[in-house]
């Protein structure tokens, strides 16, 4: 694609930044910082009134989701494929787990286990497709869209999680680690660079946007899905541990 072509992408966290001034690229704007901060209120409030939840998950939920979205990874994530491929993991594999855990679980529609798998799974594929992946970087809508998809459906997944029973629930990580793996094996493993809006942005960071990808690929592929075997190996363990029987 040529050079004029890329320079025309205008993804929600600006365009993409020089190395230089990565660290000044904070994003302030004002309705994201007003919707995280409606967000804090409403569970201060709701903890206020005596409803349940786990403070400090979900105090670290709300440190990862400004970590995303308002520190310089928002910028960093506009020049490089491994910096979304970050952003997307601290989303799916650390955020949402802490909020499904933290947060009452009538606060978070139900779903079947096996539905909910399905649906993340769909949404991390059809979301890093290339074609809607350059869709989400150059439209604010789209933008959103990806991140209410990857995000809510990761949600749904841990929270069915959550209910089910050891064995389902560990079998529903399993299987999320599986295709994730898999996901980032093909990045991985792609002769050539994928994704347009990246293929200019990533030489200022001594990154071929091939290089970039393998990069995002092996993020995808080890620490990502191991979120998800860990969790599992947790979640059978604790079902493991011996019973404690209070003194008569």
Excluded: K
Aim: charged share 5%.
């Amino acid at each position: 694609m040529p050079v004029q072509q890329i320079a025309t992408w205008s993804p929600y966290c600006g365009v993409a930044p020089a190395p230089g001034e990565l660290v000044q690229r904070w994003n302030l704007d004002p309705w994201l910082l007003a919707a995280l901060a409606l967000l804090a209120a409403g569970y201060v409030l709701h903890r206020r009134r005596g409803g349940a939840g786990r403070d400090g998950l979900v105090a670290l939920a709300g440190l990862l989701l400004v970590v995303s979205f308002v520190s310089p990874l928002c910028a960093a994530s506009s020049a490089l494929f491994s910096a979304r491929a970050t952003h997307h993991a601290l989303l799916v594999a650390a955020a949402a787990p802490l909020l499904a855990f933290g947060l009452p679980r009538r606060a978070i529609p139900a779903l079947p286990l096996a539905p909910a798998v399905a649906l993340h799974a769909a949404a991390l594929w059809l979301w890093h497709a290339p074609g809607l992946y350059a869709w989400a970087l150059s439209s604010d809508l789209a933008y959103w869209l990806m991140q209410a998809g990857l995000l809510g459906t990761a949600l749904a997944f841990w929270s069915a999680v959550r209910r089910a029973g050891v064995l389902a629930g560990a079998a529903g990580l399993f299987v999320t680690m599986m295709q994730t793996g898999l996901l980032g094996a093909l990045l991985t493993f792609a002769a050539e660079p994928l994704y347009a809006p990246h293929l200019a942005s990533t030489w200022a960071f001594g990154l071929s946007p091939l290089a970039d990808q393998q990069l995002a690929g092996l993020i995808m592929w080890a620490p990502m899905a191991g979120a998800y075997l860990l969790a599992a190996l947790a979640l059978v363990g604790r079902s493991l541990s011996p019973v404690r029987v209070a003194p008569a």
